[in-house]
């Protein structure tokens, strides 16, 4: 599809594209916004599949941004681009974000063969290799009480696997029971594209039916990276992008902490944000695009060496070899330790899971507990349809450790009040939260209030326990990597080696740490990524003096 409001332009860029793709695609031209979205409407009624957009942003009516806003919703899948003159590349930049532009041209593009096709070749092959079909969803049935249905919402919506919930409460949600012959008492069924019911699926089950990778291809790889979120998914990138046969493995969900946030701003090339499943989804695409192979629902639970090989054992009781291991576990929220909160984990009680629960905090008095960046982001999130959002703050203030940029938001924001020096002792609720007891900790003075949803977003706790005896650690659990081994200027006991540990590996030759879960780390995601990229540098020094 292209969009052009300039005919003379118009046929032209037709020609250019009929020349080179009329043989297997059909080239359809618009010279508006809106003939071009009723062109659209049109194509999603016939079943027709729509690969490539290009429009030209300067546009009477409706410019290219704005149409590509209202063509995203009925093709998401297609690939946009934006045609501009020199003048308008800081619109096209700041389209990326508005519209998750894939590229932007400038015209004239003389010649096509090489300004024009190696563009759009490169992304019909994105498209090609990617889910661009629509596929009957998943659906999941189950109860807003359900701290498992609430799982596996969580695990879908994070790993992009399209789907619809449907209550026990409704009619529809008791006609498709009754059509898997469940009376409800076990949730949730999530019934596959194929109208496969699982009942109460474990996620290795339920990542196997849904179409996500869960076996890997071989035996060995040149790198095994342990741990999906940016420091995992930058090193995948890199390894996979200089040579290195790459495997990424990830229990739950690519993205990790920051794959649940629903707003970035402070990372570098996004001056306008972008949400934490965006930036994991780009980013698992590039890393899938250099040949990087990503396992989902696989637990590592043993770390070996054997020789020049290092083992990876999982939970189901197989093993994967290489001759490097990048441990990117990252950290997950600490659990609330007040009364009655671990029972309504999930009925009320919710660790990071924001976004998937926000549409059903619309009109409601909404806690969180935390003040870091990623409470208040979402704060800021679930501010746009909740009836107010409390922010219960140990400290002082959020100074301590909240960007500013966030704190200036959060002081702008009518629905949003910071409760300082305020913990929650208690939860309470019959089935779902219904209450809590905060308590102020200066005073000690208690209150208890009414509410539905709290959002717990409290400290690190490193994903390590399962590399206890094999890497050595600190007194909290994060991974000690290169200068932290060598206080006193000597290796570990039991390093082999006649050089010191390499600045990001541990007590163990070959195996690195990135990320959260190395000790003293920045906890932040673009330290995280540069980490990721660092690591695999060091690989490659490994690799080439073993």
Same mark, same amino acid.
């Given at each position: 599809? =292209? ?50 957009? +290009? ?12 149409? +590509? /806003? ?7 899948? @297609? ?28 015209? *004239?593009?003389?010649?096509? &063969? ?11 092959? @994105? ?8 596929? *009957? ?26 789907? !619809?919930?449907?209550?026990?409460? /409704?009619? /529809? ?18 019934? %596959? ?11 290795? &089950? ?23 979120? $940016? ?12 040579? +290195? ?22 990372? +570098? ?64 929220? !600490? ?21 998937? /629960? ?40 959020? =100074? ?36 809590? =007891?905060?308590?102020? %900790? ?25 590399? &206890? ?16 081994? %060598? ?11 006649? !050089? *010191? ?7 163990? $030759? ?37």
């Amino acid at each position: 599809m =292209t969009v052009d409001d300039d005919p003379g332009v118009s046929r032209a860029v037709a020609r250019d594209l009929r020349r080179r793709y009329g043989a297997s695609c059909r080239i359809v031209r618009a010279e508006s916004g809106e003939s071009a979205l009723e062109a659209l409407r049109e194509l999603k009624l016939r079943g027709d599949l729509v690969a490539v957009i +290009l429009a030209d942003y300067r546009m009477p009516q409706m410019n290219g941004i704005e149409f +590509l /806003e209202q063509a995203l919703d009925l093709y998401p899948g @297609a690939r946009r681009v934006l045609l501009t003159a020199y003048a308008d590349s800081n619109a096209a930049i700041d389209a990326i974000n508005v519209v998750d532009l894939d590229h932007y041209l400038l015209k *004239p593009w003389d010649p096509p &063969e090489e300004k024009l096709y190696p563009v759009l070749d490169d992304l019909l092959e @994105a498209w090609r290799c990617s889910d661009f079909r629509p596929m *009957p969803s998943t659906k999941v049935v189950g109860h807003r009480w359900s701290a498992r249905s609430s799982d596996v919402r969580e695990f879908l919506a994070r790993n992009q696997v399209p789907y !619809r919930w449907y209550s026990t409460d /409704e009619p /529809e949600g008791q006609r498709l029971l009754a059509a898997c012959g469940q009376d409800g008492q076990r949730l949730p069924v999530v019934i %596959t594209a194929d109208g496969t019911a699982l009942v109460e699926p474990e996620v290795p &089950e339920l990542a196997a039916h849904v179409g996500l990778a869960t076996t890997p291809t071989a035996d060995f790889y040149d790198l095994v990276v342990i741990g999906g979120g $940016p420091a995992g998914l930058g090193a995948a990138v890199y390894g996979a992008s200089e040579g +290195l046969r790459t495997v990424l493995v990830e229990r739950s969900a690519t993205g990790g902490q920051a794959g649940q946030s629903s707003r970035i701003e402070n990372y +570098l090339g996004f001056p306008d944000g972008v949400s934490g499943g965006q930036l994991t989804d780009r980013a698992r695409r590039q890393a899938t695009k250099f040949g990087a192979e990503i396992l989902s629902a696989r637990e590592a639970t043993g770390l070996e060496s054997s020789g020049a090989a290092r083992l990876v054992r999982f939970a189901d009781g197989s093993q994967i070899a290489a001759h490097s291991v990048i441990l990117a576990t990252g950290v997950s929220y !600490r659990q609330l330790g007040a009364p009655g909160a671990d029972e309504l984990s999930g009925r009320g009680v919710f660790y990071g899971s924001a976004l998937t /629960e926000a549409a059903a905090c619309q009109g409601h008095d909404v806690y969180i507990v935390g003040g870091a960046n990623s409470a208040g982001q979402a704060a800021m999130y679930l501010s746009r349809g909740a009836k107010s959002v409390t922010l219960l703050v140990r400290g002082a203030d959020l =100074t301590a450790s909240m960007s500013h940029y966030l704190i200036q938001q959060i002081a702008g924001s009518p629905n949003i009040s910071v409760r300082a020096r305020t913990v929650v002792e208690a939860a309470h609720g019959d089935g779902h939260l219904e209450q809590l =007891t905060l308590r102020d %900790t200066t005073s000690g003075q208690t209150e208890l209030v009414d509410a539905q949803w709290l959002f717990v977003f409290i400290g690190a706790a490193p994903l390590t326990d399962w590399l &206890e005896g094999t890497v050595l650690r600190d007194e909290r659990g994060f991974i000690l990597a290169g200068p932290d081994l %060598t206080p006193d200027g000597r290796p570990p006991a039991d390093w082999e080696l006649d !050089r *010191p540990p390499y600045h990001l590996e541990t007590n163990i $030759p070959g195996v690195f740490v990135a990320g959260d879960a190395r000790a003293e780390s920045a906890k932040r995601v673009a330290s995280a990524v540069g980490e990721g990229a660092m690591a695999v540098m060091l690989v490659h020094r490994y690799l080439e003096q073993s």
